[in-house]
């Protein structure tokens, strides 16, 4: 949350749960950093449900996009997109690229088999990482 480049970002109060879950899976959470985790995932809630933050949320991938590529490119139709990753920042990311019409993708990953996926969902092209220097050198916006 507070904290994030984009106020009330949920990523970054998704990624405090995800740690808990598995700190506590694994059995490597003790009673303070138990009650340190319930708390701050406590706070997290009041804030949202107490405050207009949450009104108008925006994320980082939005923002990105949305403020900062617009404000360097008039349009990206004509753009070759490079996405570095594959996880959930990326999927995002290419959610708000395609809403302003991108239609060349390139997803480099270090596991080809999840940049194909996520080349696939998108109709972008997976490349394996051994090709991210060919790839940066092609792309006019990267993504990582």
Known sequence: ?????????????????????????????????????QQAIRVSARVR???????????????????????????FDDKTVLIIGAGEMAEETLTYLKDEGVIKIVVVNR??????KLAGRWGGEARPFEDLEECLVAADVIVS
Do not use: W
Not at 9 to 26: G, M, S
């Open 1 to 37: 949350g507070l904290d994030s480049m984009v106020l009330d970002e949920p990523q970054i109060v998704n990624q405090v749960k995800e740690a808990y879950q598995c700190a506590t899976d694994n059995a490597f959470c003790g009673p303070l950093t138990h009650a340190l985790f």
């Open 49 to 75: 449900t107490e405050t207009q933050l949450a009104e108008g949320r925006v994320s980082i991938a939005s923002v990105a996009v949305g403020t900062f590529g617009k404000g360097i490119f008039e349009r």
């Open 111 to 116: 596991s080809l088999e999840n940049a194909q």
